[in-house]
């Protein structure tokens, strides 16, 4: 698979590359070996500038782990924040569970049953609502 052989036989073979991390080595060795050319590179695989780049900013020549895709060590740029203040959640959460308390008992004093009005699933379905 490797055409240029920039890197020594020994560490490809020991580092145990998958497919997709051979191909990424194939990129880099076709890379150095072309006096860096970038755009040839990519013209040459067909891959877009901003790939190459990506992979580029991640290869490490001494470490060919680094061409491995690595879910675990790739965090999210931006990671999700909570928009409601948790003291506006605790209220509504609280005028829910009073609504349906004053649901319930209007219930029971005028059918005198003791079956509840909302049962556990709708009492969920109302909190969904009112936190939405």
């Not at 145990?16 to 150095?32: G, I, M, T």
């Not at 040839?40 to 695989?45: D, P």
């Not at 001494?62 to 061409?67: A, E, I, V």
């Not at 569970?97 to 379905?125: A, G, H, P, T, V």
């Amino acid at each position: 698979m490797r055409a240029f052989k920039l890197f020594p036989k020994i560490q490809v073979a020991t580092s145990n590359l998958s497919k997709d991390a051979q191909k990424r080595l194939l990129w880099f060795d076709f890379y150095l070996s072309h006096n860096k050319n970038a755009s040839l590179t990519c013209r040459y695989f067909g891959i877009s500038p901003d790939t190459f780049y990506l992979w580029k900013r991640r290869f490490n020549p001494r470490q060919l782990q680094s061409l491995e895709f690595d879910t675990k060590t790739r965090r999210p740029k931006r990671v999700r924040e909570m928009t409601t203040p948790q003291d506006i959640q605790r209220e509504s959460i609280r005028s829910a569970l009073q609504i349906w308390k004053n649901r319930n008992m209007r219930y029971k004093q005028n059918s005198k049953m003791k079956e509840s009005l909302l049962d556990s699933q709708q009492f969920k379905k109302l909190l969904t609502d009112m936190q939405n």
